[in-house]
């Protein structure tokens, strides 16, 4: 399987700021992508799909640019409860079922 | 709320013992996931059930068991772990690629696992 890169951070930003993230994945056959967002010793919880058309859900926009692969992540008025951890998932497909391959995860800290 | 639910949220367990992690979804999922993760690292898949049929092994050691007794239920049978086998373990689900292409993974809130 491929490889999903981001880099780790930590991005350390006052509130208010603007804030993006990207995340490059090297399979070209990838069928979908995703950001999740992980809070410490807590579960990956979805945030976004990820679409070629880009999305936004309130102050997130999510890109996907499928000629360069990468996927990126915007936070515009960073609140402080948006520091956690944010992981791009990238699925392939293998054996009949769809295989999310992880990046590392970027570190967000927003602080007053 | 998840919609995915594991039991024990906790565990402690001597290298000699044996347990059973438990993960059970209500969602009409298909393919069900487990996963270790240690601190700082991103999740590891280690099992992919489909139709509750094993189509991934990523060479997970033979103490790490995993089972699927029905659609909903998946459980994680432990055996002679060693201390480094400590971690977070994570199920997750989703619909089938064949039932939907883009859909996302549900994660449970995890069982913390420490082996003495």
């Known amino acids: 399987r491929k490889e999903v890169e981001q880099d780790p951070g930590p991005f350390n930003v006052p509130e208010g700021a603007t804030v993006a993230f990207n995340c490059t994945y090297s399979n070209s056959a990838s069928q979908s992508f995703f950001w999740y967002r992980q809070d410490c010793r807590k579960e990956p919880k979805l945030l976004m799909s990820v679409y070629s058309s880009g999305n936004e859900d309130g102050r997130f926009t999510a890109q996907l640019n499928r000629a360069s692969q990468y996927i990126s992540l915007l936070i515009r008025d960073s609140k402080l409860s948006d520091s956690a951890t944010y992981l791009c998932v990238v699925n392939e497909e293998a054996g009949g079922s769809y295989i999310p391959t992880f990046g590392r995860g970027t570190s967000l800290i927003v602080h007053p | 709320d998840t919609e995915v639910t594991q039991t024990p949220k906790h565990l402690v367990m001597g290298m000699t013992n044996k347990k059973s992690l438990k993960c059970e979804q209500h969602m009409g999922h298909r393919a069900m996931y487990w996963y270790k993760q240690k601190a700082k690292k991103p999740p590891e898949l280690m099992f992919v059930y489909s139709y509750e049929k094993l189509s991934i092994n990523e060479s997970v050691p033979s103490r790490f068991s995993p089972e699927c007794p029905n659609s909903s239920l998946l459980n994680l049978h432990l055996h002679a772990l060693q201390p480094e086998d400590s971690a977070l373990y994570l199920c997750?689900?989703?619909?089938?690629?064949?039932?939907?292409?883009?859909?996302?993974?549900?994660f449970g809130d995890g069982t913390r696992l420490s082996i003495l």
């Open positions: 997750a689900s989703s619909q089938d690629r064949r039932a939907n292409s883009n859909q996302p993974q549900h």
